[in-house]
């Protein structure tokens, strides 16, 4: 059936879908959005009849805003390279833990509240995500994480269906690659000891909290002061926690969900200044993200 009747309403009960692909292609809230409201724009752009030739609206969105990332993947190297230091996916808060503390409403409008948080967004795929090629990003997200069928997205990589179940099948051995993250309630644990030595500036229990092949990734954009290279090593990343919690008295860190995992928020004088993720493996940190780039803290800064 064509869209006579569809209303503005359940044109736009699409967009919490649109917003959680496009998250997931682009790692960025911002462009995810920037996106989804371009997607829109060329709908409402059509004319009335073409609208209405159009059988399912959703999935027209949905090919249209797939595309829209692909374009954006596509120049994302270059925009990489000149990038100031590492680039990192920005992190996403869980509005329902806010909410229950009372600091933001539940029926927000921010796009980070409307990403599903589940394990395709957590830190650690987001990076596995971000070395495949674009067509490779584009194929697994739709079809594995939300489960379109190659047919469709054949059109929107202007490839035979065929073709793009190989992109995907290349894209799931990356993916398998990366070992299964442990429980919530055994990464929780660990984060909070983390978190306890970092505050009692214990170099050697942060050592021992830290797996000796860690890696320390920061991503400060050029626009705040951050090490422009990863820290690697548990032992130097201990000694660089303690050397931050020393050059900034009054700092406070909180325990908060990031990208749906336990992670630390350190906030200054109800700002935040840092939000950071984590990937254990036996009991041990191997991975932190620290995202401190301020334009990828904005979903943090009416919650701190």
């Given at each position: 059936?064509?869209?006579?009747?569809?209303?503005?309403?359940?044109m736009?009960?699409?967009r919490?879908?649109?917003?959680?692909?496009?998250?997931?292609?682009?790692?960025?809230?911002?462009?995810?959005?920037?996106?989804?409201?371009?997607?829109?724009?060329?709908?409402?752009?059509?004319?009335?009849?073409?609208?209405?030739?159009?059988?399912?609206?959703?999935?027209?969105?949905?090919?249209?805003?797939?595309?829209?990332?692909?374009?954006l993947l596509?120049?994302?190297?270059?925009?990489?390279?000149?990038y100031?230091g590492?680039?990192?996916?920005?992190?996403?808060?869980?509005?329902?833990?806010?909410?229950r503390?009372?600091?933001?409403?539940?029926?927000?409008?921010?796009?980070?509240?409307?990403?599903?948080?589940?394990?395709s967004?957590a830190?650690?795929?987001?990076?596995?995500?971000?070395?495949?090629?674009?067509?490779?990003?584009?194929?697994?997200?739709l079809?594995?994480?939300?489960?379109?069928?190659?047919?469709?997205?054949?059109?929107?990589?202007?490839?035979?269906?065929?073709?793009?179940?190989?992109?995907?099948?290349?894209?799931?051995?990356?993916?398998s690659g990366?070992?299964?993250?442990v429980?919530?309630?055994?990464?929780?644990?660990?984060?909070?000891?983390?978190?306890?030595?970092?505050?009692?500036?214990?170099?050697?229990?942060?050592?021992?909290?830290?797996?000796?092949?860690?890696?320390?990734?920061?991503?400060?954009?050029?626009?705040?002061?951050?090490?422009?290279?990863?820290?690697?090593?548990?032992?130097?990343?201990?000694?660089?926690?303690?050397?931050?919690?020393?050059?900034?008295?009054?700092?406070?860190?909180?325990?908060?969900?990031?990208?749906?995992?336990?992670?630390?928020?350190?906030?200054?004088?109800?700002?935040?200044?840092?939000?950071?993720?984590?990937?254990?493996?036996?009991?041990?940190?191997?991975?932190?993200?620290?995202?401190?780039?301020?334009?990828?803290?904005?979903?943090?800064?009416?919650?701190?």
């Amino acid at each position: 059936m064509g869209t006579v009747g569809v209303s503005t309403a359940e044109m736009a009960a699409e967009r919490r879908q649109l917003i959680n692909v496009a998250y997931r292609l682009l790692g960025s809230v911002t462009e995810a959005e920037d996106a989804v409201q371009d997607a829109y724009a060329r709908w409402y752009g059509l004319s009335r009849s073409r609208q209405e030739e159009i059988l399912s609206p959703g999935a027209w969105l949905t090919t249209v805003t797939s595309r829209i990332c692909l374009d954006l993947l596509g120049s994302a190297r270059a925009r990489r390279e000149r990038y100031v230091g590492a680039w990192l996916p920005e992190p996403l808060p869980d509005r329902t833990e806010w909410d229950r503390a009372g600091a933001g409403p539940a029926g927000s409008a921010d796009p980070a509240d409307q990403v599903v948080l589940d394990e395709s967004v957590a830190m650690a795929f987001l990076i596995v995500l971000e070395s495949m090629t674009p067509a490779e990003r584009v194929a697994f997200v739709l079809h594995d994480v939300f489960r379109y069928p190659f047919a469709e997205i054949a059109g929107v990589l202007g490839r035979t269906p065929a073709a793009c179940k190989q992109l995907a099948a290349s894209a799931r051995r990356r993916v398998s690659g990366a070992h299964t993250p442990v429980t919530a309630t055994g990464r929780a644990e660990v984060v909070r000891r983390v978190k306890e030595a970092w505050e009692t500036k214990d170099i050697a229990a942060l050592v021992a909290l830290l797996d000796p092949a860690a890696v320390l990734t920061a991503d400060g954009g050029g626009q705040v002061g951050t090490v422009l290279r990863p820290v690697e090593g548990g032992a130097r990343i201990a000694q660089y926690m303690v050397a931050i919690a020393e050059k900034a008295p009054g700092l406070e860190l909180l325990e908060r969900s990031v990208n749906g995992a336990p992670g630390l928020v350190a906030q200054r004088a109800g700002v935040v200044m840092t939000v950071a993720s984590f990937d254990v493996s036996d009991g041990r940190i191997t991975r932190i993200w620290a995202v401190r780039n301020p334009e990828k803290l904005r979903p943090w800064a009416r919650r701190g």
